[in-house]
Structures are given as structure tokens and as C-alpha cells.
């Protein structure tokens, strides 16, 4: 059945002209406005979409650390929340070592005279139990020390445990405060972010004497002999000091690794990105043994790869990187782990000291 015409009066025809005219306005606006919003702005370049980082596919799922007898890639999930890991305790009846400090100002060093001003920085050092005054002692250093760090009270924790235990040769271990960490002048990140050799140096020239000095111990030269551990900026701090110094440091640990861009120059635009970018893979093969954790949710998680600023992203490329050249590495994904998560830590710093120093064979 066929409706029947409507015949439209002269008014009614112009209110339905300009009802479509309307229309036809209406959405050549919203055409431009969407044009618009994905044009960049003038001047800025089209970012990539963000990334969604997985751990890499041979990574293999542990229950607790990985394995000490195996290299390469491994994940590792919560039991419950990586808040409710409980710290390392120091078994009944075992021999603890002592913690004894000191503090050195930024007017005694020309190498790092404050990029903020005069500071003071704050140096522990640890003497394990028994030990003999005169004997040489094989090293770990630790970036940001502070007496309630949880890498520090855990590692010494640690270190009390494995040495009884004879999983850990007797050791020291010398913690290192940061300069000061002001947003956009940060003392810190200018020592630990930079590439390059100069902390190491200046650690090497000025604090390890002090310590040997105020501690009454002695420190072993031999690289095979030391270790450097960091967590963030640190860690970028621990690289750099095995990588231009191996004569000095072959073991590095290192916790939500801040491989990214931070700290550029000329010789280095990407900063610590470029360890995985260009110097790893470029460079012949270096005697480091180093294992690695980072977060699923670690800082950049979900930032694009041209920001520079992924960690996740970064820490496989370093896992990539140090397969592909045959160097010694394990590699830690913590599942829903953020930045520096302190239950990874007490989980895991016990196996990944015992991994790095099992090749350690005393001269």
C-alpha cells in the first residue's frame, strides 16, 4: 500500500532547505574538527601510538627467583601483593658483621663539587663477621645509601646469611649516599645518569680510601673481586662504572634499571639508552656479569619508543642486547611490579648476589 503525497506549502520548503542546509554545515565542522585534532601542532612531530610492552617470549615463569645454575630471561608473579613479601631476617645464631659511618663534604672534592650548592654525603661500609684487619676483602658497592634503604638493610641482611652459609665468599660492602636530588638540578642524577666513567673514578680515588680508612679494612683490587648494585638511577650508575672501568668492577645488580634517556650529549643523544641502542651491540663483549629486574609497571610503561623513556621497553632491549653479544645475564620480568618495588627486592636480592658472585674464585 503506497502512502499517500504530502504537497508542501512554499513555507514548509524553505524550513526543509534550510534544515538540510543545516545538516551539510554541521558535519563539515565536525569533519574539520577531527582533522584537526589529529594533525600535530605546528612545530611538533607526529608521536607514535603507545606500546604495550610484554616480557620477552623465552622469559620463564619462577615462583620465587630464578634459578642460580642458568642464564637468560624469567618472570615472576606475586603470591599475593608484592607489598606483603616479608623482609630477609638473619638466621638465630648467625655471626652478623658491623656497619660503621662516615660522612665526606662537597668543598673536599673538585670532581663533584654540588651542581646545588655545598652537601654532605652520608657513606656506610659493612665488615662481615670474623673478619681479620690486614686481609683484602672482595667488594659490593651500593648507590643511594641510606641507613633505612631497603636495598641496604636487605643486602646486609643477605650478605650475614650467605656468608655463614659459605654461598658468599667474605665480602664488604661500602654504601654511598646520592648527592642531593633536586628536580631540575639534581646533584644525583648528574652522578648516576650520566655516561660515563667519572663516578667510578671518583669513588675509586676519593671514597674507597676513606672507607678503608675509617672501617679499618681493606678493599680487594681485583675486578673479578667487585660488584656494584643500584636500583633507578643507580643502576645506570653501577653499568657505567663496570662499563668504562672493567679493570675495576665485573658484577653488576640492578634494580628497575634506568637505561633511558636522562643525561645526553653529543657522544651519547639517547643517554643511558644508548647502552642498548649502540654501545652494547657495537662494542666487543666486556667481562660483566650482570643481572637485571624491571616491573611490568615500571615508570614509562605505556609511553611510546620514541620517548625514550619506557623502562620495561629499555630493560628487554638491554636483555636483548647482552644475549645477543654472549655475556653472562639474568634477566627478571616482575609481573605487576611498579618502580624500585621493594617486595621484588626482599625476594629476589638474595638469589641475585648468590648468581652474580658463583663464578668468584678467590686469588
Known amino acids: ?11 514548509e520548503r524553505v524550513i526543509s532547505l534550510k534544515f538540510k542546509l543545516y545538516s551539510i554545515i554541521c558535519s563539515i565542522l565536525l569533519a574539520a574538527t577531527v582533522s584537526l585534532a589529529q594533525t600535530p601542532a605546528p612545530g611538533r612531530a607526529a608521536t607514535r601510538p603507545a ?5 620477552p617470549l623465552d622469559a620463564v615463569a619462577v615462583d620465587v627467583a630464578p634459578p642460580l645454575d642458568r642464564d637468560g630471561d624469567y618472570k615472576v608473579a606475586p603470591k599475593t601483593r608484592w607489598a606483603d613479601v616479608p623482609p630477609i631476617t638473619v638466621k638465630e645464631g648467625t655471626p652478623r658483621g658491623t656497619v660503621s659511618t662516615f660522612s665526606v663534604k662537597s ?9 646545588n650548592g655545598p652537601y654532605v654525603r652520608n657513606i656506610w661500609v659493612y ?5 681479620v684487619p690486614g686481609k683484602e676483602l672482595p667488594l659490593m658497592v651500593d648507590h643511594d645509601g641510606r641507613a633505612d634503604a631497603v636495598i641496604q638493610t636487605q643486602l646486609i641482611a643477605a650478605m650475614d646469611n650467605l656468608i655463614a652459609e659459605k654461598r658468599l665468599p667474605m665480602m664488604a660492602a661500602v654504601f654511598i649516599a646520592n648527592g642531593g636530588d633536586v628536580r631540575g638540578r639534581s646533584e644525583r642524577s648528574l652522578e648516576y645518569d650520566t655516561v660515563s666513567g ?14 678503608e680508612k675509617n672501617a679499618n679494612v681493606k678493599f680487594t683490587k681485583d675486578p673479578d673481586g667487585r660488584g656494584v648494585i643500584g636500583q633507578s638511577s643507580g643502576s ?20 628497575s634499571g634506568t637505561f633511558v634517556s636522562i643525561q645526553r650529549s653529543p657522544d651519547v643523544p639517547h643517554g643511558a639508552w644508548e647502552y642498548h641502542e649502540h654501545l652494547i651491540p657495537q662494542s666487543q663483549k666486556k667481562p660483566i656479569r650482570i643481572w637485571l629486574e624491571v616491573g611490568s609497571r615500571d615508570n614509562g610503561f605505556n609511553l611510546a619508543e620514541n620517548n625514550f623513556r619506557n623502562w620495561p621497553l629499555a630493560n628487554n632491549r638491554m636483555a636483548e642486547a647482552l644475549e645477543a653479544k654472549g655475556y653472562e645475564y639474568q634477566y627478571l620480568w616482575a609481573d605487576q ?4 618495588e621493594r617486595g621484588v627486592e626482599r625476594q629476589t636480592i638474595t638469589e641475585a648476589m648468590e648468581w652474580v658472585w658463583k663464578t668468584y674464585k678467590s686469588q
Not at 1 to 11: E, V
Not at 337 to 340: F, I
Open 51 to 55: 606500546v604495550n610492552v610484554e616480557p
Open 198 to 211: 667519572k663516578y667510578a673514578e671518583y669513588i675509586e680515588h676519593e671514597i674507597l680510601p676513606l672507607a
Open 1 to 11: 500500500m503506497t502512502a499517500p503525497a504530502i504537497s508542501l506549502g512554499n513555507g
Open 236 to 255: 645506570a650508575a653501577a653499568l657505567a662504572m663496570a662499563w668504562f672501568h672493567p679493570e675495576w668492577y665485573h658484577r653488576v645488580i640492578s634494580y
Open 127 to 131: 665488615v662481615p663477621a670474623g673478619y
Open 107 to 115: 668543598e673536599d672534592t673538585k670532581m663533584f663539587p654540588g651542581v
Open 337 to 340: 611490579a611498579g618502580h624500585v
